[in-house]
């Protein structure tokens, strides 16, 4: 893989605000995309994938974003909530050597006060 | 929805034995499930792609004999970590994706195993 194992930056923001939380893949073959949520000690949960034909794609209060010119995804979560607080990733998922495979980001720590 | 069951949770073991964590789809077949390992406030780093029948192919820089994982049906795959050392305790998790399908990886709840 090659997600690289860096320390998470954080992103802060008040109860009820708009979070936008960004991350770069680094597989410009990479077709598929998907956001995870994390809490601590649990395993990543699907939040919302997009595949490369398309830019942009909604979920409930989430939406997801593709820059393939810039290989930049986005996260946006409308109306964060305290429970919206976790470690966020993104996975590009790109085919090796017959089997496609989840390369993650580095994560971002989303921190919401009341 | 696609669940993937990762057990044990927790184990905390002592140095030099061997551990063993379970990663089962309940409800869909995998013919791929995946394994990774987190270190504290990092990104989950893959471990080895691990295919149902086959050998498991390992990520560079991984010990193949150390973590030996065998994915002997469609719905389970383990990975034993042998004569474990206090610097091989993390966080462990697996994911596994829906048969024929190239979407939808699902994660284990991980394991979080200590060496003492």
């Known amino acids: 893989g090659e997600s690289v194992g860096l320390h998470l930056p954080t992103l802060s923001v008040q109860e009820g605000d708009n979070s936008i939380i960004n991350c770069a893949y680094s597989?410009?073959?990479?077709?598929?995309f998907i956001w995870y949520k994390q809490e601590s000690g649990k395993g990543p949960q699907f939040i919302i994938d997009?595949?490369?034909?398309?830019d942009k794609r909604q979920g409930q209060r989430v939406t997801v974003l593709l820059n393939k010119t810039v290989k930049h995804l986005s996260l946006q979560i409308a109306a964060t909530q305290p429970g919206d607080s976790a470690v966020y990733f993104c996975?590009?998922?790109?085919?090796?050597?017959?089997?496609?495979?989840?390369?993650f980001g580095r994560g971002t720590s989303l921190i919401v006060h009341p | 929805g696609a669940v993937v069951s990762q057990h044990p949770s927790r184990v905390i073991c002592k140095s030099g034995t061997s551990v063993k964590i379970e990663c089962r789809s309940l409800?869909?077949?995998?013919?791929?499930m995946f394994w990774y390992r987190q270190f504290p406030k990092q990104s989950l780093m893959l471990m080895a792609t691990?295919?149902?029948?086959?050998?498991?192919?390992?990520e560079q820089g991984v010990e193949k004999d150390k973590f030996l994982i065998n994915h002997a049906s469609l719905t389970l795959s383990t990975l034993t970590v042998t004569s474990a050392h206090p610097e091989d305790s993390s966080f462990y998790i697996c994911?596994?994706?829906?048969?024929?399908?190239?979407?939808?990886?699902?994660f284990g709840s991980g394991t979080r195993l200590t060496v003492v």
């Open positions: 994911s596994a994706n829906m048969l024929g399908a190239g979407d939808g990886y699902t």
């Open positions: 597989n410009s073959a990479s077709d598929y």
């Open positions: 997009i595949r490369s034909n398309m």
């Open positions: 996975a590009e998922i790109s085919a090796s050597g017959g089997s496609y495979i989840p390369t």
């Open positions: 409800d869909f077949q995998a013919t791929t």
């Open positions: 691990s295919n149902e029948g086959s050998k498991a192919t390992y």
